[in-house]
Structure formats: C-alpha cells, structure tokens
C-alpha cells in the first residue's frame, strides 16, 4: 500500500491523481486531517485515513499496513520540524519501506531561510534510519500565476531577485515526478533528487511574458529584501512569512532557484511545463484564478 500525506492539498490530490494512473487505486491511500472533506478523494476510488500532524495519536493507526510513504512537508511555516517527526517515528513504528520527502531545492546547501526546516527533517529522516527518497523541490509555477490577475490589473510585477534566474515548473510536474518514484518499481532508497524546471527565467523576463501574453503593459518593480518584505505585508501576508518569502527572492538573486539538471524531466518522461505555459494557462479572454 502506498500512503501520501496531506492529500486534499493541491499537491498531494495532484500526486493522487498522478498515483492512480500507474498503480490501482485499491493500493492508494490519502491522508488527510479531515475524512469529511475528502468526498472527491474517496471517489477517486483510494482508501481514506485521517492522519493529522499534530495528533501524533492518528499517525500510526494511519500507517498500518503502509509500505511506501509520501511525506509532503507541511505548510505550517515554523511549526514543521515536529510535525514532520511525528511522521517519520510513525512511519518508523509501522515498519514503512520506504519514506518519500518533499524537500527544497539545494536544502543542505541553500541560504535560504526556507530551507532551515527542510534540513532538520532530512537529517532526522537520516537519523531513523526509514529507507528514504529525498525530493527537493524547485519553486512552483504557481507561486507566481496565482497573482496573475493582480499583476495585469496594476501592470506591475514586484520582487527582490534582480536578474537572477528561477527554474520554476508547475506544481503538477512535481506531483507527477513523486508518483513515479512512489510507484517504481526500482530501489530507490538513498536517492536526492534536485528538482526544478527545464528553463529558467528572470521576473524581468516574466513580467515581459505577461505583457506579451495579455496586451497590457506590465513591468518589474525590482526592489531591496526589505522593500519587497513591505510590499509583501501591504498586500495582505503576515509580516513573519512576508520577511521568508523577501528573503528566498533575495536568494533568487544569487541562482538559489536555478538548477539546469534536467532530473525532473527525466524522472517524469516528459519537458517540464515552461513558465510561458503557465501563463498562456491563465491567460484568457478573461483572467482567470490560477491559485488551483
């Protein structure tokens, strides 16, 4: 049985759906904080187990039987290290074969403050001793086309990365690259694999993709980390996320999201989605919510 954490977020349903095309769906399990929201899951046809984070009490019960694991790392910034050893001494205490971990791109190495938790978890999944694969995943698409809408209405698209390149791909490239090392067959236990995007390109090159897709005038605010960490609490995100965030462009800035390995391609047999594609995505005769 293969188990994945977090299922009803946009990336573990996207690993579901991904899973389920290789494997059936009678092997699949989604864990999830709250089986009452899982209806679209369940009839996907997969087994659904509650598995909360922060009640270590339902980790294990949800982990009977689980041979392979998908851990996608939480989204409770500072709160995440022990969340995610609840999981690996549940995973541990149920015997799992093999741990999957959603990783960031360069953690060991990577200057970025968004990387501290990530490495806390890589090193206590190394210290258990559960066989694991480590995914470090490269920025989402997503991260950028979810404003999409904004960035037309205001014509302006902000950040502290000056000319520094982002190998982003869309969150369904990364779904897609778990599932196939959840359902290989191989022994993968051991492996690191650095995850990004074919291409790269710069905000200054976005914001001319935008222009050019949507016929509207768009230009890049290039701004300092303190700067954007402003702009960022002005429209709306808490200060202490907004300082992470300001911080990871500022990383941009010196190539901490560049990586041109081609692994995600390879892993998933398939040219990563270009961020031209994303936008032309979102891009209609209307703009549309890209945030999905």
């Not at 209806?39 to 984070?53: H, K």
């Not at 694969?133 to 502290?160: C, F, H, M, P």
């Not at 779904?175 to 390109?201: I, M, P, Q, R, T």
């Not at 081609?262 to 032309?280: A, Y």
């Amino acid at each position: 049985m293969i188990a994945v954490t977090g299922a009803n977020g946009q990336l573990g349903r996207l690993v579901i759906e991904s899973l389920i095309e290789q494997v059936p769906a009678t092997e699949v399990v989604a864990l999830v904080r709250n089986v009452n929201d899982a209806n679209e899951l369940a009839a996907l046809g997969v087994e659904i187990r509650e598995a909360d984070y922060d009640k270590p009490d339902t980790l294990a019960k949800a982990l009977q039987g689980i041979n392979k694991l998908l851990l996608i790392s939480s989204n409770a910034v500072g709160q995440r290290v022990p969340q995610h050893q609840a999981v690996v001494d549940a995973a541990k205490e149920e015997g799992v074969n093999l741990l999957v971990y959603t990783s960031i791109l360069k953690a060991q190495q990577s200057p970025m403050k968004m990387a501290q938790e990530h490495v806390a978890t890589e090193d206590y999944i190394q210290q258990s001793g559960v066989p694991a694969v480590i995914l470090r995943n490269g920025w989402y698409s997503e991260n950028y086309t979810g404003s999409i809408k904004d960035v037309v209405q205001y014509g302006v698209v902000a950040g502290a990365s000056a000319d520094g390149r982002i190998s982003s791909a869309d969150r369904k490239d990364y779904a897609e690259a778990a599932a196939a090392v959840l359902a290989s067959k191989d022994d993968l236990s051991g492996n690191v694999y650095e995850l990004a995007g074919d291409a790269s390109f710069s905000l200054s090159e976005y914001a001319q993709e935008i222009a050019r897709q949507s016929g509207k005038e768009v230009t890049f605010n290039s701004m300092n980390d303190t700067e954007y960490q402003g702009f960022l609490v002005s429209v709306g995100l808490p200060e202490g996320f907004a300082a992470l965030l300001a911080d990871s462009d500022l990383n941009a800035r010196d190539g901490w999201l560049f990586d041109d390995s081609g692994t995600l391609s390879k892993l998933i047999g398939r040219p990563t989605t270009s961020i031209q594609q994303s936008i032309k995505g979102c891009i209609k005769d209307s703009i549309q919510d890209c945030t999905q």
